[in-house]
Structures are given as C-alpha cells and as structure tokens.
C-alpha cells in the first residue's frame, strides 16, 4: 500500500472515530450542527498529531507523512489544528510552497464558510 493511502486511511479512520467520540460528549442528539462540531473537532486533533508526528520523524530521518495528506486533513475540516500543529512543533513554516498551498486552503474554507452563513441566515 502506497504511504499516502495509508496515511489518509489511518486519518480518516482516526478522525472518525474521533468525530464518533465528540459527538457523544457533545450530548448526541442527531442534529447537524453538533456533527459538523465534533467532525470539525476530531479532524483538527488528527491533523494536530499528524504535524507533531511528522516533525517527531523528520528529526529522525523516519519515513515522513506525505505532504498531501497534511493538505487534505486541512481541507477536511481540519486547518486549525494543522495551523496549531505547525506553530506548536515549529513543522512546515518556512517551506514556502507549502505554506502557500495551506494558506490557499484556509482562504477557500473562509470563503465556504462566509457563502454558507450567507445562504443560512441572509437568504
């Protein structure tokens, strides 16, 4: 199996898993906003680890976590944590082109998220 399928398998198991747990805790209830919470929730704890993984194996000389996957834990929900996995072990900040895809990604997610409250509540 290729790293990046592994990665991105073991991620999305993790975060839904995660997402599973949150939602439990946040009281349960099947309402759609207490699931975007706890998914939002669970992918940035995943993304957050992911980071600190990465910068644990990077110092090693270990096989590193492909950069593809951090960008698309990010744009499942998961930029916050990434962003704080990146300030916390200090991991990807001076890599240019992959800040700049980063950073794309958060834009993007601001943009949904504006377009969505829009559609919600301004419709």
Known sequence: MSPVRFHLLLALSLAAALTVALWWLLGGGHTWPR?????????????????????VRSGRGGRRTPE???HLLSAVGGSPGAYAGMQVFRHKTIKGPFRVV??????LQALLLI???KITWWA
Not at 102 to 107: C, L, Q, R
């Open 102 to 107: 980063f950073w794309g990604i958060v834009v």
């Open 35 to 55: 699931w975007i919470v706890a998914w939002l929730g669970a992918a940035s704890m995943v993304a957050f680890g992911y980071y600190g993984w990465d910068k």
């Open 115 to 117: 377009w969505l409250v």
């Open 68 to 70: 593809v996957v951090l």
